[in-house]
């Protein structure tokens, strides 16, 4: 087609719009939608409990022992500062990495896989400095606010070192 002076554009257009999407995994705590991205995500296992470890912070569950590797698991609720969660067996567990670390969150429940535009993230409104804080941005998907969780700044201070 270039010979005959045509371009195919279309090659490069897939491509830009895969590079400006983001891939999510998004669970529900309440009534609350959050996502984190799908590449960080490494497993999702039933809540089966944790080892308490000793003056860790409300929101460390404690460590599971998953194939050899010790991971810490944090209760996200209690992390936003809603008290802890009192884990059922409909609760899971979202193992992802954090940098060259395996953390696990506690949540209510999986829901879904989402493809967002980066184009559609905003920046976190001013008023609740926990979100701002551990929040990296929100995106609407389908008439539902998804707030994108900073998973550095959920496992910062955890005084957890696994």
Request: proline share 3%; glycine share 10%; no cysteine.
């Amino acid at each position: 087609m270039e010979a005959l002076g045509l371009r195919d554009d279309m090659g490069d257009k897939s491509a830009i719009a895969a590079q400006n999407s983001l891939q999510l995994i998004a669970f529900s705590i309440g009534d609350q939608t959050y996502g984190v991205e799908i590449t960080t995500v490494r497993e999702i296992r039933a809540w089966n409990g944790a080892t308490p470890l000793p003056n860790t912070r409300e929101f460390v569950r404690g460590v599971i022992n998953l194939r050899g590797t010790i991971v810490p698991i944090f209760d996200l609720r209690a992390r936003f500062g809603d008290g802890q969660t009192s884990p059922t067996k409909n609760h899971v567990v979202v193992v992802m990495s954090v940098g060259d670390k395996w953390v696990g969150i506690l949540v209510d429940a999986v829901s879904d896989i989402l493809t967002v535009s980066r184009d559609d993230i905003h920046n976190v409104p001013e008023g609740n400095s926990i979100d701002t804080e551990l929040l990296n941005g929100i995106v609407t998907h389908e008439s539902r606010m998804v707030g994108l969780i900073d998973l550095h700044a959920v496992v910062s201070g955890a005084k957890v070192d696994a």
